[in-house]
């Protein structure tokens, strides 16, 4: 069936370090796997996103890095800000919908 | 990019009666509109896809004669809680999709929250 599973569900660490989130999907026909940003009360932000026929994609601190062969993805975040601080979700998309991940809570200390 | 606004963002019934939700993208077609629901510190939950023109499809275990959704143009969408209970109090959330075909970008609405009493 169509599932995707996020880890860690929390994560904490301190301003500067790296953040990584992984995701792993079920479903082969998917060819989208966008992540996107919530914070408290607000919609989701899509901040990166890849297709099937990329394998990585990079956006100044933000990264994408997709294996379909071992169908999971990744996102990871360099020299974390406060800012940055939110939960996350992934998402994949087959069958013109998205399914989303569980989320992480990515608390980034001062 | 693309809005999508969501309307109301704030709204409070009473145990029995019915509120409607709306999704309106604002500077582009959405053939496709899809309808979220989620509870505190949980997941986005897909409750249906609406589709312009034809009957939305609903997720497993989502009650279609409770959920009224319609779809009536290519920019606009309802979510209608029928004989709504408190257990129905969430944040209710849609977005759109321009155009047509799998893997194109989602944009999400502000958002509702609901809250029966």
């Known amino acids: 069936g169509e599932n995707v599973e996020q880890h860690p569900s929390t994560l904490s660490v301190q301003e500067g370090d790296s953040a990584v989130i992984k995701c792993t999907y079920s479903?082969?026909?998917?060819?989208?796997f966008p992540w996107y940003k919530q914070e408290l009360g607000k919609r989701p932000q899509l901040i990166i996103d890849?297709?099937?026929?990329?394998g990585e994609k990079k956006d100044q601190r933000i990264a994408v890095t997709l294996n379909k062969t071992a169908k999971h993805f990744s996102l990871h975040i360099t020299e974390t800000q406060p800012e940055d601080s939110a939960v996350y979700f992934c998402?994949?998309?087959?069958?013109?919908?998205?399914?989303f991940g569980a989320g992480t809570r990515l608390a980034v200390h001062p | 990019g693309a809005v999508v606004s969501q309307h109301p963002s704030w709204v409070i019934c009473k145990s029995g009666t019915s509120v409607k939700i709306e999704c309106r993208s604002l500077?582009?077609?959405?053939?496709?509109m899809f309808w979220y629901r989620q509870f505190p510190k949980q997941s986005l939950m897909l409750m249906a896809t609406?589709?312009?023109?034809?009957?939305?499809?609903?997720e497993q275990g989502v009650e279609k004669d409770k959920f009224l959704i319609n779809h009536a143009s290519l920019t606009l969408s309802t979510l209608t809680v029928t004989s709504a209970h408190p257990e129905d109090s969430s944040f209710y959330i849609c977005?759109?999709?321009?155009?047509?075909?799998?893997?194109?970008?989602?944009?999400f609405g502000e958002g509702s929250w609901l809250t029966v009493v």
């Open positions: 890849i297709r099937s026929n990329v």
């Open positions: 998402a994949w998309g087959s069958y013109n919908k998205l399914i």
């Open positions: 500077d582009f077609q959405a053939t496709t």
């Open positions: 479903d082969s026909a998917s060819n989208y």
């Open positions: 977005s759109a999709k321009p155009g047509t075909g799998s893997g194109n970008t989602i944009y």
């Open positions: 609406s589709n312009e023109g034809s009957k939305a499809t609903y």
